[in-house]
Nanobody, 119 residues
Framework: QVQLVESGGGLVQPGGSLRLSCAAS????????MNWYRQAPGKERELVAGITSTGSSANYADSVKDRFTISRDNAKNTLYLQMNSLKPEDTAVYYC????????????WGKGTLVTVFS
């Protein structure tokens, strides 16, 4: 079955960095676009970044542009999110996401990893 397992979250001070990982299994990872979402306390889940199946193109939310970098290693079935210059407003649970299937795609989610940026 499809599994997405996030890791790498933790506590960090403003201006610090973290790298999140998402280990994927149960599907052909290299065939699908992958995404990172986040959900802050009391807020809706929002798209942070997405990357094409080959890794050739990525898009970012305006709030993280120039600070976060999404990447993937298709040989390792792993998705990454490098987060630099972290701000308190980046505090959230970060989720790995894939939409699988055609023509109707089904969203799959990991359990998330908590990032806390404290001052």
């Amino acid at each position: 079955q499809v599994q997405l397992v996030e890791s790498g979250g933790g506590l960090v001070q403003p201006g610090g960095s973290l790298r999140l990982s998402c280990a994927a299994s149960g599907f052909t990872f290299s065939s699908y676009r992958m995404n990172w979402y986040r959900q802050a306390p009391g807020k809706e889940r929002e798209l942070v970044a997405g990357i094409t199946s080959t890794g050739s193109s990525a898009n970012y939310a305006d709030s993280v542009k120039d600070r976060f970098t999404i990447s993937r290693d298709n040989a390792k079935n792993t998705l990454y999110l490098q987060m630099n210059s972290l701000k308190p407003e980046d505090t959230a649970v970060y989720y790995c996401n894939a939409r699988l299937g055609y023509p109707t795609s089904v969203p799959y989610w990991g359990k998330g990893t908590l990032v806390t940026v404290f001052s």
